[in-house]
């Protein structure tokens, strides 16, 4: 019983039961269509949680990482007629290449000045595909062909909700494991002292650069696969906007905490969904729900939530 | 062979020299003691040895290897560890965890096992934790085990700092004023400890302000006055050296209260 | 070749001046409680859209400037009344997200109350553009830059003299000090957000007649303004108009020689450098970290 309890195994339960069950009250393919977002979102915010609320190292930019691991995809199977996969995996390779080659200047930086590194580096990769039109169409965006692998074709709301859920339980597994082991705990403690990790053996500078490679990595294949899956892109999902809204999943969620992304995820997707009805409101709404949470409910949603729990049954 | 010998060290900031060519050597097993008044660089000294601060010149060798410019984290690896003076502990994680960071040999765990918790990661982990439990117990945080480190007292921290520099299994221990802000009885406690350390076949350097415990535990003690050597001996030289004397009479009245 | 400099040297300096301007709000604000305010932007945006609305309803501009810098104040206050001052002592992270839902907020709130329109905004006094050496000079141009300098003298003066303002420099030097010789650290966060709203609304009336304002206008804006404090040092008031400047010019030179559809890379570009060769920018001190 307490085992199904701790984290790594309970939740991973709960959330495998979850995604089991959910088709079955999904009343119809916009439903799926959110739930579908909400997946790769989720799959995003585990990566950023890694190097945001475990490891303490603030990014303002994965959206950029998100953009670029869409743009590999549709350019290697749109324009030069690469297997999906291999797409998914050069550009996830790329972006961590591109990631690592960044990490050790960027991550010299700490708080503000991590942010506005960030900030900036994401700008540029987003001003970068919405100017070289030639390869990605500009503004104005590019069509990305299906995901096929060995002549199967994933098709439709329902085939892409079984390879989204698949890959968010996947990655969550690998998050939990990592966060359990000598490697998270090196991340957690260069969050909670960074002089005092060194001085313990832990390479801050190196470790760094593994979890910003993670992060950066997730993002890529978030990005792939929500290409693939929607067929056509813009670099407006490259943009700090985008970025913003990534972070602010991490922190609604609660930081240090790979459901409470999920969570996060889950919520500021399914919002604007409904939003969309107050149309004219969604702007001021999504801006005042940030700011709030992050006033009464500092630690976020699912952290907060346990501590009620914990305090009531004790 | 010396445990740790710095010869000609020197540390300005923005032009204010805070150390200036020091001199000095550590015998192996010995507690060795660095008092001054305020503001004589006993830290700074740390930060140097350690690899915190990097020193405008001077030379350190760790049982005879030269370990200038190297990282805190490849030092630490070598056997050469510390604590700080205010705390630094990792208020984000468990007590236990926190000293299970100094056992694990975090470079040697293998990414792709971490992620797939290969049983090669489960043992290694069941064996820091193992490690940490019986450190807490040593150190007397037995009543901690399942604690969040935020949860603790003051004077259970400044223990806690301990148990994790003892987890990196150190040859050379720095203590930066270990009793500052504790009452007489937890003071007791950390003198006892430092002993049974320094048996242990540990070296232990001290920074600390509280004389009756650096007289009573010291092999040797150096004495700093502004950055710079002023005396080093036994307690009882020390004591006995007009210098140690008028430099503590002149400042240490006004200010021995408050640990800068 | 010469007088092609020259007119990109003027559009570098009229929008630096403006860059300046939010760079000093950013200062201001992150002197006074370490917060970087990323709704600065915003105001800038509130400033231009508010006088664009006061003028259709009928006020003479005069009028309608003084409202729209009154409102952005009145607004500025709150801000960090409601939103920041409850937070403090928040992780960076969490003060961050506050002020980007701050600015999503006040975007959403103009676009609720105004609209989402580009909007126009006459000159101050007439647009036809004065030669200078074969470069032309829009008069707006000069109300923009002398704007800037009127700004910065005045808050040089109020920063050395006025007592309330001495009271705000001794808070960024020391708030703990500050606080002991009775300088209420609170009072100086509000007034410093007012402060800074205050002068990121004249910057975005001054510059609306040249490039247009929308309830969008504010995030570029924004953002460029804070490379300016960057450049300049975070916190250091004097060298985000500096900061400013350089990266105005910077800006208007790619423009006009490199590529003009990269000149808004330029900005991030010049943050990544300061902030990876000399994180302290160009005119800030170098501080060490303390164990």
Redesign the interface.
């Known amino acids: 019983m307490r085992a199904l309890l701790a984290p790594r195994t309970g939740g991973l339960l709960a959330l495998a039961i979850v995604i089991a069950l959910l088709p079955a009250v999904l009343p119809n393919n916009f439903y799926f269509n959110v739930a579908i977002l909400v997946g790769l979102n989720a799959i995003v915010c585990v990566g950023l949680n890694l190097l945001?609320g475990y490891a303490?190292q603030?990014s303002?930019g994965h959206a950029g990482f998100f953009g670029l691991g869409a743009y590999a995809s549709a350019l290697l199977t749109g324009s030069y007629g690469w297997p999906s996969l291999a797409a998914l995996v050069v550009g996830a390779a790329a972006v961590g290449a591109l990631a690592f080659l960044l990490a050790r200047?960027?991550l010299?930086?700490k708080?503000?000045?991590l942010?506005?590194?960030t900030?900036?580096?994401g700008?540029?990769i987003s001003?970068?595909l919405n100017?070289e039109a030639g390869l990605t169409g500009g503004p104005d965006g590019m069509p990305v062909p299906a995901f096929e692998v060995w002549g199967w074709t994933a098709y439709g709301e329902r085939t892409w909700y079984w390879i989204v859920g698949g890959t968010l339980l996947v990655t969550t597994w690998?998050a939990l494991?990592?966060i359990?082991?000598?490697?998270?705990?090196?991340l957690?403690?260069i969050?909670?002292?960074e002089?005092?990790?060194?001085?313990?053996?832990?390479?801050?500078e190196?470790?760094k650069t593994?979890v910003f490679v993670i992060s950066a990595v997730l993002a890529s294949v978030g990005g792939s696969m929500f290409a693939h899956y929607s067929g056509f892109i813009t670099p407006s999902e490259a943009e700090?906007?985008h970025s913003?809204a990534f972070?602010?999943m991490v922190?609604l969620g609660g930081?240090?905490s790979i459901f409470g992304s999920i969570l996060g995820a889950a919520i500021l997707t399914v919002l604007p969904q409904f939003l969309a009805v107050l149309h004219?409101?969604?702007?001021?709404?999504?801006?005042?729900?940030?700011?709030s949470v992050?006033?009464f409910l500092?630690k976020g949603l699912l952290p907060s939530l346990a501590e009620l729990l914990r305090r009531r049954s004790l | 062979m010396s445990a740790l010998t710095v010869a000609g060290l020197s540390k300005n900031f923005g032009g204010l020299s805070a150390v200036s060519e020091l001199s000095f050597t550590v015998e192996e097993g010995q507690i060795f003691s660095i008092i001054g008044p305020n503001g004589a660089g006993k830290t700074t000294v740390f930060n140097l040895i350690t690899g915190v601060y990097r020193p405008d010149s001077g030379r350190v060798w760790l049982h005879g290897e030269e370990i200038g410019g190297k990282p805190p984290s490849a030092l630490a690896g070598q056997g050469l560890t510390r604590t700080f003076q205010n705390l630094q502990i990792f208020f984000n994680m468990s007590a236990l965890e926190n000293v299970m960071v100094g056992a694990d040999r975090t470079a040697e765990t293998g990414f792709a096992s971490a992620l797939l918790r290969l049983p090669a990661v489960r043992r290694r982990d069941a064996g820091a934790g193992k490690q940490a439990v019986a450190l807490m117990e040593r150190v007397g945080l037995a009543a901690y085990l399942g604690a969040d480190a935020a949860s603790l007292p003051y004077g259970a921290l400044k223990r806690l700092e301990i148990a994790r520099a003892l987890a990196t299994r150190p040859k050379l221990l720095l203590l930066d004023e270990p009793a500052a802000g504790l009452n007489h009885a937890e003071t007791r406690e950390i003198d006892n400890l430092i002993r049974s350390i320094a048996e242990d076949g540990v070296t232990v350097i001290l920074v600390e302000h509280d004389m009756r415990l650096v007289m009573g535990i010291s092999d040797r003690i150096l004495v700093l006055d502004r950055g710079v050597w002023l005396a080093e001996g036994s307690a009882e030289e020390v004591g006995r050296n007009p210098d140690v004397v008028r430099a503590y009479l002149g400042t240490e009245f006004a200010g021995s209260a408050d640990a800068a | 070749m010469s007088s092609q400099f020259l007119q990109f040297l003027i559009s570098g300096i009229t929008v630096g001046a403006t860059y300046a301007l939010v760079g000093l709000g950013f200062s201001i604000v992150y002197n006074s409680s370490q917060v970087i305010n990323f709704a600065q932007g915003e105001f800038v945006m509130i400033g231009g859209m508010a006088t664009v609305f006061l003028m259709a309803a009928g006020a003479p501009m005069p009028l309608a400037i003084a409202l729209a810098v009154l409102l952005a104040v009145v607004i500025g206050f709150a801000l960090g009344k409601f939103a920041i001052e409850p937070a403090r002592g928040a992780p960076v992270v969490s003060i961050i997200i506050i002020t980007i839902g701050a600015s999503i907020f006040l975007r959403g709130a103009a676009m609720l109350v105004w609209d989402r329109n580009l909007h126009h905004m006459p000159a101050f006094s007439g647009s036809d553009p004065i030669d200078i050496g074969g470069a032309a000079l829009l008069p707006q141009s000069v109300w923009v830059v002398g704007g800037m300098v009127i700004i910065v003298a005045a808050l040089q003066v109020f920063f050395s003299h006025a007592r309330i303002g001495k009271a705000m420099l001794a808070t960024a030097f020391n708030p703990l000090a500050a606080q002991l010789v009775g300088i209420s650290t609170r009072g100086m966060l509000l007034l410093s957000f007012a402060l800074a709203a205050g002068i990121g609304a004249i910057a975005g009336i001054l510059i609306a007649p040249i490039t247009l304002t929308y309830a969008g206008v504010g995030i570029m804006l924004g953002l460029k303004g804070f490379s300016a404090a960057i450049v300049g040092g975070l916190g250091n008031p004097m060298g985000a108009v500096a900061g400013g400047l350089v990266v105005g010019i910077a800006e208007a030179m790619t423009a006009g020689y490199i590529s003009s559809a990269y000149k808004d890379a330029v900005a991030f570009l010049i943050i990544l450098a300061v902030l990876l060769i000399r994180p302290s920018g160009l005119f800030g001190r170098r501080e060490s970290e303390r164990v």
Do not use: C, W
């Not at chain 1, 002089?195 to 801050?204: D, H, L």
């Not at chain 1, 004219?280 to 700011?291: I, K, Q, S």
């Open positions: 945001i303490g603030i303002l200047p960027i010299k930086l708080g503000h000045y942010a506005m590194g900030l900036g580096m700008v540029i001003i970068v100017q690998l494991n990592l359990e082991s000598p490697i998270g705990r090196a957690r403690a969050h909670g002292s002089i005092a990790a060194e001085v313990i053996g832990v390479k801050t190196r470790f593994l700090f906007f913003i972070v602010t922190v930081m240090a004219d409101y969604e702007t001021l709404v999504l801006g005042a729900v940030m700011m992050m006033i500092p």
